[in-house]
């Protein structure tokens, strides 16, 4: 069975909640844009033109975004590499 994620707004606009139906990661996820990471899906996400940061763990994962990006243009993006969990 595939994960869904609900997206969820946070108190700061440049942030996104991804919540999963079901635990994704073992244990906490943290990385910023310039970061080396051993994580295959924070080095992804951080792909991602306008990502700034991600933290995540077990079921959830928050992205932040750059001020200057645009939501409508990340998410789908985003979306796009969770689906591959």
Same mark, same amino acid.
């Given at each position: 069975?595939?994960? @869904?994620?609900? #997206?969820e707004?946070?108190? *700061?606009? *440049?942030a996104? $909640?991804?919540? =999963?139906?079901?635990p994704? %990661?073992?244990?906490?996820?943290?990385?910023? /844009?310039g970061?080396?990471?051993?994580?295959?899906? /924070? =080095?992804?996400?951080?792909? #991602?033109d306008? +990502?700034?940061?991600i933290f995540g763990?077990?079921?959830? %994962? !928050? +992205? *932040? $975004?750059?001020?200057?990006a645009?939501w409508? @243009?990340? +998410?789908?993006? #985003? $979306? @796009? +590499?969770?689906e !591959?969990?």
């Open positions: 069975m595939a994960l @869904e994620f609900s #997206i707004p946070t108190p *700061n606009p *440049n996104l $909640k991804f919540s =999963a139906s079901q994704f %990661l073992e244990g906490r996820l943290s990385a910023r /844009a970061d080396t990471s051993d994580s295959p899906l /924070a =080095a992804s996400l951080l792909s #991602i306008g +990502v700034e940061s763990f077990q079921d959830f %994962l !928050t +992205v *932040n $975004k750059f001020p200057d645009d409508e @243009e990340l +998410v789908p993006h #985003i $979306k @796009e +590499v969770l !591959t969990l």
